[in-house]
């Protein structure tokens, strides 16, 4: 078996403007790096749109058609001073989504082992009726769902190490008990969420983090506040919100992690994935704006996945 890598070439065409961090680079820059003859036995596969009543699982169908009435036709259009759309953003969107359900629907079928989603826009801020931060539709939380829906399946754990709090993901599982969430991220920060008073119905574990923070804090908050409580969940499947922008060199936030740390966190969610869900584990693209500290970043994540799966 193997690990799957979901894209399309959609995802370099959502165009958010000059300047703007949460760029087609950011895309570029991981497929070069991916494309080198270590990651030979990636399974590739195309990215599919996703469907109005997919998405509907965790938006209002009021905020979808919105969104897909304010896609311009050309140049640039705003949800929010941050989350900007093309014309290409619809498709790219409804594709980020669809790459999460292909994940989930290969990994259930035994496809493959695992998959990484090599996705934008992102998800993880969306909330169920509106967009923010760089994202429209909530891709981790959709996947969750049609877990649930269509898999079958009654346990998801929902992991996010992205440098923000994934607000979105929170907000769609508060008082769903089938669902664990846990985010570490720096605090107080964008977008305000994620004080560890936070705790939904006993489902939700965040690890706010101060900024300046490095490995040793980051890695003992994960250890002391969140990989107990996760063993103890057993769930059937794990979805990991993968943000890299935590890395020191990251313009957009100012905690110290590097590779190795996400090296290690992969590395420790697989273990807990094998013990208690045969290692099956999706993960989707989510922050992560320094170009090379991006690329190389995902290279460990990926060789992670690719190294369990083998």
Known sequence: MTTALISHEIFEAHDTGPGHPERSGRVQAIQKILSSGNFDGL??????????????????????????RSVPDDGWSRLDPDTVMSPETGDAALRAVGAAIE???????????????????????????????????????IAARHAQLIGGLKRIAVLDFDVHHGNGTQNAFWDNPDVFFA???????????GSEEEVGCGNIFNVPLEAGSGSQAFRKGWESRIFRALEKFSPELLIISAGFDGHAHDPLASLRLDEEDFAWITRKLLEVAGGSCDGKVISCLEGGYDLRALAESVGVHVNELMSCAS
């Open 183 to 193: 985010s570490s991220h720096q605090f107080p920060f964008y977008p305000g969420t």
């Open 43 to 68: 399974c590739r596969r195309e990215a599919p749109l996703a469907s109005i009543e997919q998405i509907s699982s965790v938006h209002d169908k009021t905020y979808i058609e919105y969104f897909l």
């Open 103 to 141: 994940a989930i629907d290969g990994v259930l079928a035994g496809e493959f082992d695992n998959a990484f989603c090599l996705v934008r826009p992102p998800g993880h801020h969306a909330e169920i009726h509106h967009g923010m931060g760089f994202c429209f539709f909530n891709n981790v939380a």
